[in-house]
């Protein structure tokens, strides 16, 4: 789609000022560069910088760049869409001389600017020159990106830099509701009212997450909202997402703003939605796979039928709230999708409906409680969902800031950690290493293929900052292994993602059948 604009705007955009650049996709360079000057005879005036707009494109990012701020240049900002003034929606925003990156999309825009479809045709920036001195020449230069339709979230990259560069394990919540869906909290007066985003974000920056999902129902107005309160969050990745909420079932959809028809209905099914949703470079997650599904609580449980593509989906939410010791606990399911050969990350959400709820329950969680921790490149969009992809993933129940585990194998010169897979010959001793952090007392439980197996001589951590380490013999078959901790009081504290032992060459009939 990207190639299409970028052609469409080169037949389009002739004007002396502007010069259409092709896009490198690995810098993502800007669709159109316009440069100019202005002087003197521009003091307190305004000026059109235009540029074309080829239909099909869904969003438009701007970076507005000039000199002469040293000898007290003045330039403010605007945005005209076709029409200008003239048309009803042609006044698309004024950030005058505080903003030089912007954004403007049908869901979304950069607080001064206004969300709205992108209509194709003769856009304008509009330049506000409240000073410039007679005598003085002031170079501008603006860089613009069009987006087509489907394009990720933190697309382009300028408007997505990662709050934290280096790689790491980052903690978040990945299931939160506000007042964009059934999210609610006590006003001033102590009426139920809809729950401001703004409090969903403060609460989980106070518990000390990383990043955070928000997931309202099939909605994705959220977004608006995310854009205005990222800057000020500058230590809390904001990530949108939406609960795609059916008759049958419903499901985590993370990282994208994309249109996406959930009605399961008719002809259309499960799977339908889920291939549409692999168009949009996001993360789907089944949600509480084991809960009722009637006048109880109306399509809360997995029930697709036909039974959806497992291979369609990503992950699946096996802790909901508190229900990991509960019949509600979403790990059996899990486990039965690893055993029928499924790749399924797990991950947790506090499914969060009360930004200033304290406690947790089956219906719902604090905020951060479980948290989901992913070990990430950086603590960006694209990094966090690769991160889940890969499985590089293990959930704190509790949503405590330092327990910690991270397991690797080693089959020769090969290794392997949670989510990874590894080539184990026939009869070759893998060796598996757990590190520990804050979880001395606790008893490591090991699972082979949907069974608890006895691999170490000594279950029990017994400091803080413990090394576990245990063998494992291939048998030619392929099989999966991860890790569970349980606290002296048998209580779930960390689940592990597996690693998926195989074969060379990948073959080879899973021992599960």
Not at 126 to 148: C, E, F, K, M
Request: charged share 20%; with cysteine.
């Amino acid at each position: 789609m990207r190639a299409l604009l970028q052609a469409l705007a080169l037949l389009t955009a002739l004007w002396p000022t502007a010069d259409v650049l092709a896009a490198d996709p690995s810098e993502r360079k800007p669709d159109v560069v316009m440069e100019g000057t202005l002087d003197g005879r521009d003091h307190q005036r305004y000026r059109t910088v235009p540029f074309d707009v080829p239909a099909g494109t869904e969003r438009i990012t701007v970076q507005f760049e000039y000199d002469g701020r040293e000898q007290k240049t003045t330039v403010d900002l605007g945005l005209l869409g076709p029409g200008g003034f003239s048309s009803p929606q042609g006044f698309r925003g004024w950030s005058g001389g505080n903003k030089r990156l912007f954004t403007v999309s049908s869901t979304d825009a950069t607080p001064s600017y206004l969300p709205g479809g992108i209509a194709p045709g003769r856009w304008s920036l509009l330049l506000g020159i409240p000073n410039i001195r007679q005598g003085v020449t002031s170079r501008y230069r603006a860089q613009v990106w069009l987006d087509g339709a489907g394009e990720p979230f933190w697309q382009p990259p300028v408007l997505a830099a990662p709050l934290r560069a280096e790689a790491g394990w980052y903690r978040g919540d990945l299931h939160l509701h506000d007042a964009h869906s059934d999210g609610s909290c006590k006003s001033q007066n102590g009426v139920k009212v809809p729950c401001p985003l703004f409090l969903t974000a403060q609460a989980a920056a106070a518990r000390g997450l990383d990043f955070i999902a928000i997931t309202d129902h099939n909605t994705v107005s959220q977004a608006n909202g995310i854009r205005e309160l990222q800057p000020y969050f500058d230590r809390l990745l904001l990530m949108p997402g939406r609960e795609i909420t059916t008759f049958s079932g419903h499901a985590n959809l993370f990282g994208s703003v994309a249109p996406l028809d959930f009605r399961v209905s008719g002809d259309r099914e499960w799977d339908d939605v889920l291939r549409d949703a692999q168009q949009l470079q996001a993360v789907v997650s089944i949600n509480h796979p084991i809960r009722p599904s009637d006048e109880r609580c109306m399509g809360c449980g997995w029930t697709p039928s036909p039974a959806a593509d497992v291979n369609l989906l990503q992950a699946v939410e096996v802790v909901n709230g508190m229900d990991a010791d509960t019949p509600y606990s979403g790990i059996p399911f899990w486990h039965a999708q690893l055993d029928a050969g499924h790749r399924l990350t797990a991950i947790g959400g506090s499914d969060n409906h009360d930004a200033a709820q304290s406690l947790s329950g089956l219906g719902g969680g604090a905020i951060g409680q479980p948290t989901t921790v992913v070990h990430a490149r950086e603590l960006s969009m694209p990094a966090i969902l690769d991160g889940l992809r890969a499985g590089h993933v293990f959930v704190d129940v509790q949503g405590t800031r330092a327990r910690w585990m991270s397991m690797n194998a080693r089959a020769g010169a090969k290794t392997a950690g949670m989510g990874d897979t590894l080539s184990v010959p026939n009869g070759t001793t893998v060796g598996f290493e757990l590190q520990t952090r804050d979880l001395a007392g606790a008893r490591v439980v090991v699972w082979l293929d949907g069974k608890q197996v006895q691999l170490l001589d000594d279950a029990t951590i017994a400091s803080d900052g413990q090394t576990l380490r245990f063998d494992w013999q291939g048998d030619g078959r392929a099989h999966w292994l991860r890790v569970d901790v349980r606290g002296p009081d048998g209580t779930l504290w960390l689940i592990g993602n597996p690693v998926y032992l195989r074969p060379p060459g990948g073959s080879g009939q899973s021992s599960s059948g």
